[in-house]
């Protein structure tokens, strides 16, 4: 079956880095996007990985491991405005995306 | 500005009364998804259109029925809505369905069900 894993919730502290994880398991692979989501909005795209490595953005970047259906989103300089729900997704075979059901990330002063 | 709009913003609607929520687009995209997503959970997808072609996912339940008249709107038929669909109702668009291809979203439509 196709699968994605992400941690519930996370907690960080403003100015501080966090690294949020995900693995994934799809039919076929055609790219890994993440997503943010804020309390009763709508998504918005931040990345996406089709190759392996790391894609820099800003104080975002994403990593991929195609070898590990691994994959992670690294924010640096915390900011209160980032406390929202990241959501990893797998585009399988179909085109189709796989969503993970988000990480909840809460910024502590 | 080039957008993803729904309508209405807030819908409550009766248990078994029809509803209707409408999603419209000036990015000129060919693909329209329509998403179910309740709390904490990852978004469902119910269906989507490539063009007119019409693409029903197989859990999709009967009561869920999409139209898209025209490139630009796409509409979501909740023909009688039980408690289990309140949920927000998010619709996409994409410029083609392959590879890269970020999905642009509506603001969401919560939808409470009495």
């Known amino acids: 079956g196709q699968n994605i894993d992400q941690p519930t919730e996370m907690t960080a502290t403003e100015g501080a880095i966090v690294q949020i994880n995900c693995t994934y398991q799809?039919?076929?692979?055609?790219?890994l996007f993440w997503y943010q989501q804020h309390a009763g909005e709508a998504p918005t795209f931040l990345s996406y990985n089709v190759l392996d490595g790391l894609e820099e953005k800003g104080r975002f970047s994403s990593f991929l491991s195609r070898s590990k259906g691994y994959s992670y989103l690294l924010l640096k300089e915390l900011q209160m405005k980032d406390s929202a729900s990241y959501l990893c997704?797998?585009?399988?075979?179909?085109?189709?995306?796989?969503w993970g059901a988000g990480t909840k990330l809460i910024i502590k002063p | 500005d080039a957008m993803v709009i729904q309508n209405p913003r807030y819908q409550v609607t009766q248990f078994g009364k029809p509803v209707t929520l409408s999603c419209s687009q000036t990015?000129?995209?060919?693909?329209m998804y329509w998403y179910q997503q309740k709390s904490s959970q990852a978004p469902k997808l119910l269906f989507h259109?490539?063009?007119?072609?019409?693409?029903n996912e197989a859990d999709t339940p009967d009561n869920f029925q999409s139209r898209r008249p025209n490139t630009s709107f796409c509409f979501l038929d909740i023909r009688s809505p039980g408690l289990g669909d309140a949920a927000m109702y998010l619709c996409?668009?994409?410029?083609?369905?392959?590879?890269?291809?970020?999905?642009?979203f509506g603001p969401g439509t919560r939808l409470t069900v009495l």
């Open positions: 259109y490539y063009d007119k072609d019409f693409n």
């Open positions: 799809t039919s076929g692979f055609n790219g």
């Open positions: 996409a668009t994409s410029l083609t369905s392959g590879g890269y291809n970020e999905q642009f």
């Open positions: 990015l000129n995209h060919n693909v």
């Open positions: 997704a797998g585009m399988d075979s179909n085109y189709q995306l796989i």
